[in-house]
C-alpha cells in the first residue's frame, strides 16, 4: 500500500474535444453526441477537477482523432512515470504520436508498451495493484507488456477478465476509496474484488460505474440519481455531472482525463 492515496491526485491532462467527435466510436448507435453538448460536459468536468485542487493541462483538439478528447486510453500515467500504450482501436492507436510528446515534456521517465494492445480504460489503480482488465481493446500480450512496464516503474499488477460486451473494465467499475470498488453487478460477479468492500451499482443504472474518485470528492454521471443518493448516503461527498452527450459513444469520466501526483518533475 503506497502512503498517498492513489486517488489523491493534484495534475491532470485532458484534451479538448474536436468537432469530429460527433463520428466517435460507438459499439450501439444511440444517435451522435452533438459537439456543443460534448464542448459543454467536457467544460464542467475541467472546472470540477479545478474545484477538486487539481491543475489542468489542456491539450488542442485534434480533427483527425474523433475520439482523442479520451485521453485516458492511449496513455497511463503515475508520479513514478508514464507509459505510452497500444490502444485497440485500429482508428486509435495513433493518438499515442500526439500525446507522447507532452508526457516526455512532464515525465522524467517514459516507458513505451512494446507489443500488444492496452487500452487505459482497462486499467484500474488501487492501493493493492494495478488491475489490467482484458477486453477487446487489451490483449494477453498487451496486458503482460504492460505488467513488465508497470514493474519497471515499482507498480504490482495483475490481469483479470472484463465481462463479454462491455467495452472497458473500469466501463463498469471505479476506485470508491482503499478498500471499496463501486461496481455493476455483472462485474461484480466475476469476483475480481473480492478484497474489496463492494457498492453494486442500481439496477438500470450501469453506465454510473464509471465514476471518478478524484481528492475529497466522487465525480457521477448526473443522469444516475439512485447510485448519487447511494454515494450520498454512504458518506461520500459525489460531484454530479453531465454525461449524456459522451454516453452516446460508450464514454464515461475516467475517460477525459490522465491523473497523477505530480511531485514536481526532476525532484
Ligand atoms: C471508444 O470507443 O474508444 C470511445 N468512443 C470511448 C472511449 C471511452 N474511454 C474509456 O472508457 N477510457
Known sequence: MTSRPVYHFNSIIARTPSRSVVDG??????????????????????EAMRQAGVKTTVLPPLEAFPDSIFVEDPALVFTEGAIVLRPGAATRIKETEEIAPTLREMFDTVL???????????????????????????????????????????????????????????????????????????????????????????????????????????????????????????????????????GKIDAGLSCMSLRWFSSGKGE
Do not use: W
Open 25 to 46: 466510436l460507438r459499439a450501439e448507435d444511440r444517435g451522435s453526441p452533438t459537439y456543443e453538448g460534448v464542448k459543454a460536459e467536457h467544460d464542467a468536468y475541467l
Open 112 to 246: 513505451d508498451l512494446p507489443v500488444g494492445y492496452a487500452d487505459g480504460g482497462d486499467v484500474l489503480t488501487t492501493g493493492e495493484s494495478v488491475m489490467i482488465g482484458l477486453s477487446a481493446r487489451t490483449d494477453r500480450a498487451g496486458a503482460e507488456a504492460l505488467r513488465t512496464c508497470l514493474d519497471r516503474l515499482g507498480r504490482k499488477s495483475e490481469v483479470v477478465a472484463t465481462p463479454d460486451g462491455v467495452l472497458h473494465f473500469k466501463t463498469d467499475c471505479s476506485l470508491l476509496d482503499d478498500e471499496t470498488i463501486l461496481s455493476t453487478s455483472r462485474l461484480a460477479r466475476a469476483g475480481v474484488f473480492r478484497k474489496f468492500r463492494q457498492m453494486i451499482i442500481p439496477e438500470g443504472e450501469e453506465p454510473a460505474a464509471n465514476a471518478l474518485r478524484v481528492n475529497d470528492v466522487v465525480m457521477v454521471g448526473a443522469d444516475f440519481p439512485r447510485t448519487i443518493e447511494m454515494l450520498d448516503k454512504a458518506g461520500y461527498k459525489a460531484v454530479p455531472l453531465k454525461t449524456t452527450e459522451i
